[in-house]
């Protein structure tokens, strides 16, 4: 019984630590609350939407798919969790950078195809968002160092 309770403990801090890196971690820890937009509520997405949607000190004011089907699944999540959103982005594959522009954002999670990982952490570092990604966060080298780089520019 007490390894079962370990294991589950571990997980969460284990998924609350892939949220958001530790400077991260410190400025937002002052906040009462934290402001998050997502991309990509597919599956993986649904489910770090659920995770985030369950805590009350989260605001998720805006989400954004392709998929008009995930958005759906997406809203459904948020409803059961007694979430309102405000907006959604939908208009197209590039219509991340609008919600990444929100000056009422904190931060973004990021739950798309692989291969727009990168670009889109890059473009919400750049909106002064910090930016947590399931894996890989990049495929190249030159991506992760391009992350590397703009993390340290903009504190993100």
Not at 35 to 42: E, L, Y
Not at 126 to 144: F, I, R, S, Y
Request: hydrophobic fraction near 40%; charged fraction near 25%.
């Amino acid at each position: 019984m007490k390894r079962k309770k370990f294991i589950q403990t571990t997980s969460a801090a284990g998924i609350g630590a892939a949220f958001l890196p530790k400077i991260a971690l410190a400025e937002l820890s002052k906040l009462s609350s934290v402001s998050i937009g997502f991309i990509g509520t597919g599956l993986r997405g649904q489910w770090l939407l659920d995770l985030a949607a369950k805590r009350e000190d989260v605001n998720i004011p805006a989400i954004c798919d392709i998929d008009g089907e995930m958005i759906q699944y997406a809203q459904k999540i948020l409803k059961n969790n007694n979430k309102n959103i405000e907006e959604i982005y939908n208009k197209g594959k590039y219509d991340y950078k609008n919600l990444v522009e929100r000056k009422d954002l904190d931060a973004v999670i990021i739950a798309t195809p692989w291969e727009w990982h990168a670009q889109m952490s890059l473009a919400a570092m750049d909106a002064g968002k910090h930016v947590g990604t399931e894996v890989p966060a990049a495929l190249t080298v030159d991506d992760c160092w391009a992350l590397v780089r703009t993390s340290e520019q903009t504190g993100k």
